[in-house]
T-cell receptor, first 113, second 113 residues
Framework: AAGVIQSPRHLIKEKRETATLKCYPI?????VYWYQQGPGQDPQFLIS???????DKGSIPDRFSAQQFSDYHSELNMSSLELGDSALYFC????????????FGPGTRLTVT | GESVGLHLPTLSVQEGDNSIINCAYS??????FIWYKQESGKGPQFIID?????DKRQGQRVTVLLNKTVKHLSLQIAATQPGDSAVYFC????????????FGKGTRLSVIA
C-alpha cells in the first residue's frame, strides 16, 4: 500500500540558509500534519492542513511557513536556519478531520551546520 | 547515525517474555489514543489505537489498556521478539476533531535474545 512520501530524506544546510521539505500524503488523504523531533525527544506538532487550509498551528517558528497544494501535497519552508533547527521532520497524513490514524512518513533529517 | 531516544527510559526484556510499556496522558478530555513504534531513523509506525469508550483493545500480540480515572495507558506486547526493539510513544488526540496528536515521552524497548 502507498505510504506517506517525504523528500528529501536527508538535507544539510548552513546557518541562515533556507530549506524546503516536501510531503506527499497517502492517496485520498486530505489532512497533512508536520512534526519536528529533536534528538531524544518526542515529536512536536508544528502545523497542519485540511483541504488546503491551515487547520491548526503548534510550535512553528515564524521563520517557518507551510502550505498544502491542490494535489494535497504539502511543503514546509524554513528560512534563516539555526543550529537548533537540526532535527527529524515528519509529515503525517490522515483522512478527514478527526485526527484519527495519522500515518507518518519516513522523515527528513535536517542538519544545520 | 543519530538515534531517536538517546535519553529515554529503557525497558529491557528477554525474548519471549511479555512487555508492558506505560504512558501517562495529559488531557482528561482526550477521546482517542494511539501507540506508535519508532525504529531508529524512521517515522512513527501505527501499532494500535483505542477510543475513550473502551478500556481494552487487543491486536495481534499487542493489547492496549486505558484507565481514564488516572489518565494512564499501557501497551502490552506478548512474546516479545527482537524485532520489537524500538522506541514506543503513546499519543492522545484531544477534542475537538482535526486536532494534532500530543505525544507522550517515549520508552525504549530493548529485547535481549
Amino acid at each position: 500500500a502507498a505510504g506517506v512520501i517525504q523528500s528529501p530524506r536527508h538535507l544539510i544546510k548552513e546557518k541562515r540558509e533556507t530549506a524546503t521539505l516536501k510531503c506527499y500524503p497517502i492517496p485520498r488523504h486530505d489532512t497533512v500534519y508536520w512534526y519536528q523531533q529533536g534528538p531524544g525527544q518526542d515529536p512536536q506538532f508544528l502545523i497542519s492542513f485540511y483541504e488546503k487550509m491551515q487547520s491548526d498551528k503548534g510550535s512553528i517558528p515564524d521563520r517557518f511557513s507551510a502550505q498544502q497544494f491542490s494535489d494535497y501535497h504539502s511543503e514546509l519552508n524554513m528560512s534563516s536556519l539555526e543550529l537548533g533547527d537540526s532535527a527529524l521532520y515528519f509529515c503525517a497524513s490522515s483522512l478527514g478531520t478527526g485526527g484519527d490514524e495519522q500515518y507518518f512518513g519516513p522523515g527528513t533529517r535536517l542538519t544545520v551546520t | 547515525g543519530e538515534s531517536v531516544g538517546l535519553h529515554l527510559p529503557t525497558l529491557s526484556v528477554q525474548e519471549g517474555d511479555n512487555s508492558i510499556i506505560n504512558c501517562a496522558y495529559s488531557n482528561s478530555a482526550s477521546d482517542y489514543f494511539i501507540w506508535y513504534k519508532q525504529e531508529s531513523g524512521k517515522g512513527p509506525q501505527f501499532i494500535i489505537d483505542i477510543r475513550s469508550n473502551m478500556d481494552k483493545r487487543q491486536g495481534q500480540r499487542v493489547t492496549v489498556l486505558l484507565n481514564k480515572t488516572v489518565k494512564h495507558l499501557s501497551l502490552q506486547i506478548a512474546a516479545t521478539q527482537p524485532g520489537d526493539s524500538a522506541v514506543y510513544f503513546c499519543a492522545e488526540n484531544p477534542p475537538p476533531g482535526n486536532t494534532p496528536l500530543v505525544f507522550g515521552k517515549g520508552t525504549r524497548l530493548s529485547v535481549i535474545a
